[in-house]
């Protein structure tokens, strides 16, 4: 099976250059159909630790199994620019903008930090060093110490105060320290340490791994038939989202538990296995979740988190079932995919970069399809259990589940008020629709239901929080203002002052907050023809703290603006910051310096204050007038990956923005009366009803949710609903016990109890796996 391995397109991909007469490889990033060029990334350079990182595992890999010195010199190459690009403290650059090594030192996916990029470089590090101790171990002694230095940086980002510390995000108990609170990402470092640690044991090592293997194992929720499935979710500011792309938890738990001898993590991946990733190998793979199953946009690198979750349960564990699971998720490369085509092509070596929604096969062959295409392939072909299914496909592609959406139903009493919303700031609404039901209100859904047996309704709904205060800026008229960050001018005193100060305001990172003394803002607005203008004074536990967010300097607030008022989309999303030569406004949308802005910046005893005067061109807005409202978010970090804002929720979402209100004096605006603050409402407060086929009836309480409101997945049959073949319906109806409220509904999921597929290999083997959603159990039937 190792002609399958073919480096053929890899090598192609990585230029041997030298740089400071180092000899290097550049990975470049792109190759296009159908002549295979390499290809930049626009705007960020033309290689990467992303993926010189990843080429360098690859080799080394390769050179394990087959001892070539070719492959060990390419590794050798790959390491070198990963050196390079590791800064004094332990960080990574990302880019290199040409073949002479220029560095992208500002770009988002290229700034000096410990993203992604960095922990790809640790991890190649750490292989590396095992591989060359026995190698070349001068050379392993430089990458030794180059691997200790982001060790070092990566131990020291974690607050030992955090350690062991749990905090609550919508109810459920999440460790406070994952660095950035990114279990996906600090999956990778689990990784590395555990690769150096094996080749290296140490106190030192061995303490940082059990911390961060510790939270990732402690981040797991739901389980069988109830969401999110027994999954580790991606981020602890998103406890029901998941993508396949890097979420690396089961496999660094696995590697990790084999490593360190802890049961405990190796129990944990085998859960997330035998029940999550068993279920998509039965249902079909998919892209994401959160909080229904997406599976178009399938990559390479999703199909491989799968792959090397069930190889390294099976060296840990010995259990040929995770072998066999392994080699029938990487069938997906010979075409056991939706779109039936291979993705990859062991004559040119060369991993296709993807399956769209219209089942298209994207024939590019980029650096990142085409490196995880190759480390699934090394790992399966290795072990003849795994190999052996490479070939199996399925006999049906249709999802082992069925969407339902809301909006495809009729409206049959009352008005529901039919909306259109996407991203929510940790979760997508299905297809971008949604209704919203108040007392009265009613929709009928019809849907086929495709066999008799028995279901599982699951419902995308959104669970509400108690109500808070209303928010509103009011932008009063501004006159001779000059832009000092004194405010000493007469209109400013007249500006209504806006407080971010509460902890029902911090979107993420809580435990980062050190209360309103010493982390809080406040902000005001004035207006003319011409301008917004901003004052922004801040109280900050940690001035002059460089927020890790590239080109916008220190002491970073966000700001972004809805210039047409009604939710759809933002118009300008911007960074105030300062720097050595004074305080600057970087543009996120367009990658570069806000136009025309005057900015000022000083600092106060506790903080800092901004006065920022901007065109209204500058911000996408045509013209200002008495009036006129708009949509606007303020927000800062606190520390770590935290962020708190005016309203505490998600600001990238242009429907969550707070409205602002052009005025002529202050208080002039019609604004709706503020809510009080309310005590935490019954369950049932906001809540809706289910009747499915004018018989089994079901209520789904809603205003459950103890900080914000969040989409969930929430099960609507407590015990398995029998259905026949063919046209069922739903009727959806407002159930709460206050009138006042609405209840959001965006979809539902149709799942049999016991899902089947059917496959047959290459000698017309017959394979059918049974997954049990009560049991969480899979059945592998030959």
Known sequence: MQTLINLAHLDFLSEEVEINGVPMILTHIYSEYPRYEWVDASGEGVAC?????????????????????????????ALNFVRYMQADDGEFYNFVTDRAGTINRTGITSYKSLDWWAMRGLW????????????DPVYAAELREAYLRTERA??????????????????????????????????????????????????????????????IAAFQLGGPGDYPFAMHPDTINAPGFW??????????????????????????????????????????????????????GQIAYGVNTLVQAFMNLY?????????????????????????????????????????DAALRVNLNAGAESTVEALMALQSVTAVPEAARYLNYKAKSHATGWQIIEAESGTEVAGKPIYGRRGWTGEANMSNGRYYELRSGDAIEIAFDAP???????????????????????????????????????????????VSVNRPDQILRGAQFWQGPDKDSFDVRAMWDADKLYLAIEVRDSLPGLDGSVGPSGEDAVWVYLDGRGDGNRLSAKFTLGHTDKGAIAWDWRTGFWLPKAELAWRSTTGGYVYEAAIPWASLGVREAKPGQRMGIEVGRGVGGNSFMDLS???????????????????????LPRANPRLETPAPH?????????????????????????????????????????????????YAGSDPNRAALVDAFLLSPVIIRREFIGPNDEQLTLRYDMRAGTLAWDE
């Open 124 to 135: 190649a590090l750490a292989r590396g060093y095992a591989i060359f101790k026995q190698a």
């Open 154 to 215: 990566l131990r020291n980002s974690i607050p030992e105060s955090d350690i062991g510390k749990k905090i609550k995000v919508h109810g459920f108990d999440v460790p406070a320290w994952l660095p950035g609170g990114a279990a996906d990402r600090t999956s990778i470092a689990v990784m590395a340490l555990a690769e150096y640690y094996r080749a290296e044991p140490n106190e030192d090592t061995a303490a940082l791994l059990t911390t961060l293997a510790d939270g």
């Open 315 to 355: 060296h840990a564990t010995n259990d040929p079932a995770y072998a066999r699971m392994a080699g029938l998720a990487a069938s997906w490369f010979f075409g056991n995919n939706f779109a039936q085509a291979p993705m990859y092509d062991p004559q040119t070596g060369r991993g296709h970069d993807g399956i």
């Open 451 to 497: 066999a008799d047996g028995e279901y599982w309704l699951y419902t995308s709904h959104m669970r509400r929080a108690p109500l808070k205060p209303e928010l509103r800026i009011e932008a009063t008229p501004a006159q001779n203002v000059t832009v000092d960050a004194r405010f000493d001018e007469p209109s400013w005193s007249s500006a209504p002052r």
């Open 49 to 77: 630790v992303d993926d010189v990182a990843r080429a360098a595992l690859v080799y080394l890999n390769h050179y394990a199994v087959t001892r070539d010195r070719r492959a060990l010199d390419k590794a050798r190459r």
């Open 243 to 296: 993508h396949a792309w890097g979420s690396h938890q089961a496999q660094a738990l696995a590697l990790a538990g084999r490593v360190m001898q802890r049961q405990d993590w190796i129990d944990s991946a085998a859960r997330e296995a035998r029940t999550f990733f068993a279920w998509q190998l039965a249902a079909g793979l998919i892209k994401e979740i959160g909080v229904m199953p997406v599976r178009e």
């Open 685 to 733: 407060a906001v809540a809706f009803s289910v009747v499915i086929n004018g018989d089994a009836a079901f209520t789904v309480a809603q205003a459950i949710s103890p900080d914000r409101d969040y989409l969930w997945l929430d099960r609507v049959n407590s015990e398995p609903l029998k259905l026949k073949r063919g046209p069922n319906t739903l009727r959806v109806s």
């Open 648 to 670: 505490g929720r998600d600001p990238d979402s242009a429907s969550n923005l707070v409205p602002l209100v052009l005025v002529v004096r202050a208080g002039q605006a019609e």
